[in-house]
C-alpha cells in the first residue's frame, strides 16, 4: 500500500460525512490520498443504481438487511449478508431491493493500484484481532473493545482502551498493531499492492 497509516485511529460513525442521492445515503468512512481508493456505508432505501467509477473495483459487502440483487449487461448478482462481493466498477449496476432497504459497506479502489480485500469475523472476547497498518475494521453487530499500545518519549510502554460502536472503524497501525475484543461482526478491509506477472 502507497499510504502507510502510522497509529491507530479510531473513526466514530456518528462523526463520519453524509451525502444522500437517488435513493441512497452515503457514509464515507475514509479514503487514499488524493481519493485513490474510498470505504463508504450505502444506505440503500429503494431500487435505483449505483454510479460508475472507470478504472476501479468494487467489493460490497450486505451489513444490514437480507438480499441486495445487482444488475448489469443482463447479468444478476444476489449479494446475502456478510459475504463480500467484488466486481468491475467502470460501468454503473442497478440495485434491487427484494427483501426491503439493505446497509452495505462499499469499497472502491484503481485496479491498477490497490487491491481490496473484505473478510467478515466473528470477535472473541479472550483473543484480539489484531488491525494492521493497510486495513482497516469496521464493527458490524455487538460490542467491542480497541486496545492499543505505544512506547512514549521516555520509552515507557502505555496501553490504552476504548470501546467501539457499530459502525466505528479502526484504522490500523505497525508495529503495534491495535487489537480488538468484543462479542459481534467485524469488517475487515485490507488495501494492498495489486498481484503483478
Do not use: Y
Not at 462481493?85 to 462499499?106: K, M, N, S
Amino acid at each position: 500500500m502507497t499510504d502507510p497509516l502510522p497509529r491507530p485511529v479510531l473513526l466514530r460513525a456518528g462523526d463520519l460525512p453524509v451525502t444522500r442521492a437517488g435513493g441512497r445515503t452515503v457514509r464515507r468512512i475514509a479514503a487514499g490520498p488524493a481519493g485513490a481508493w474510498e470505504l463508504s456505508l450505502l444506505d440503500l432505501e429503494r431500487p435505483g443504481t449505483l454510479p460508475a467509477a472507470a478504472g476501479a473495483e468494487r467489493v460490497l459487502t450486505v451489513v444490514d438487511g437480507e438480499l441486495l440483487v445487482l444488475g448489469t449487461g443482463g447479468r444478476e448478482q444476489a449479494l446475502e449478508r456478510h459475504r463480500p462481493f467484488r466486481g468491475p466498477a467502470d460501468e454503473p449496476v442497478d440495485a434491487a431491493l427484494p427483501t426491503g432497504p439493505v446497509r452495505a459497506l462499499e469499497v472502491l479502489a484503481p485496479r491498477e493500484a490497490v487491491r481490496a480485500h473484505v473478510v467478515v469475523l466473528e470477535l472473541s472476547k479472550k483473543r484480539p484481532h489484531p488491525v494492521f497498518a493497510d486495513q482497516l475494521a469496521v464493527l458490524l453487530s455487538g460490542r467491542a473493545v480497541l486496545t492499543a499500545g505505544g512506547v512514549t518519549a521516555g520509552g515507557i510502554t502505555e496501553t490504552t482502551t476504548e470501546e467501539i460502536g457499530v459502525h466505528d472503524t479502526v484504522r490500523g497501525a505497525e508495529p503495534d498493531s491495535p487489537g480488538i475484543t468484543g462479542r459481534g461482526f467485524l469488517a475487515v478491509v485490507s488495501l494492498d499492492p495489486p498481484a503483478r506477472d
